[in-house]
T-cell receptor, first 113, second 115 residues
Framework: GESVGLHLPTLSVQEGDNSIINCAYS??????FIWYKQESGKGPQFIID?????DKRQGQRVTVLLNKTVKHLSLQIAATQPGDSAVYFC????????????FGQGTTLQVKP | DTGVSQNPRHKITKRGQNVTFRCDPI?????LYWYRQTLGQGPEFLTY????????KSRLLSDRFSAERPKGSFSTLEIQRTEQGDSAMYLC?????????????FGNGTRLTVT
């Protein structure tokens, strides 16, 4: 079946360091991917997206890389700050054209001061 | 605040009772989604609407669950005869589809506890 998974459940980094969160997806038909950040008690917050015709997209302090050959997605956060501490989810569209997203289990990012 | 709004934020109910949640999407968004999230897991798709039409329902959505979106604006999710396994965070999201892909914008959810 369709699934999106993350390699590590928890990532701990020092404040100021760069963070890399990885995601593996299984559906080669997925053509749109999104990273979300979720803080405790809140809904997922959109960070950045990428379409399958791209392999890299940059935002403010964040970069998403897409490797379709190995079905791998990563989120890089530059100069990680305490406010970046949260659970991060990658999501994909799968083979559906309804716009619905399939989420992985999430990676908890802990930023040490 | 022009984001997705969900009410109530928290709901505690006894097993067997009915509950209803409301979602107000971003005003110009034509698609609305309901998801369920349990502790430590990613959100799971339940159902979605395009305008007022409910176009897809997950197999997770048992007969005790019903969702509506009258007039294509706000939406309600009702759970009848609640069970302890229904305890979860219920998330609503909306999107504007003017092209094939667009991000879903989520509300802060309704946390349901069934005792």
């Amino acid at each position: 079946g369709e699934s999106v998974g993350l390699h590590l459940p928890t990532l701990s980094v020092q404040e100021g360091d760069n963070s890399i969160i990885n995601c593996a997806y299984s559906n080669s038909a997925s053509d749109y991917f999104i990273w979300y950040k979720q803080e405790s008690g809140k809904g997922p917050q959109f960070i950045i997206d990428i379409r399958s015709n791209m392999d890299k997209r940059q935002g403010q302090r964040v970069t998403v890389l897409l490797n379709k050959t190995v079905k791998h997605l990563s989120l890089q956060i530059a100069a990680t700050q305490p406010g970046d501490s949260a659970v991060y989810f990658c999501a994909e569209t799968g083979s559906s054209n309804t716009g619905k997203l399939i989420f992985g289990q999430g990676t908890t990012l802990q930023v040490k001061p | 605040d022009t984001g997705v709004s969900q009410n109530p934020r928290h709901k505690i109910t006894k097993r067997g009772q009915n509950v209803t949640f409301r979602c107000d999407p971003i005003s110009e968004h034509n698609r609305l989604y309901w998801y369920r999230q349990t502790l430590g897991q990613g959100p799971e798709f339940l159902t979605y609407f395009q305008n007022e039409a409910q176009l897809e329902k997950s197999r997770l959505l048992s007969d005790r669950f019903s969702a509506e979106r009258p007039k294509g604006s706000f939406s309600t999710l009702e759970i009848q005869r609640t069970e302890q396994g229904d305890s979860a965070m219920y998330l609503c999201a909306s999107s504007l589809v003017d092209s094939y892909n667009s991000p879903l914008h989520f509300g802060n959810g309704t946390r349901l506890t069934v005792t």
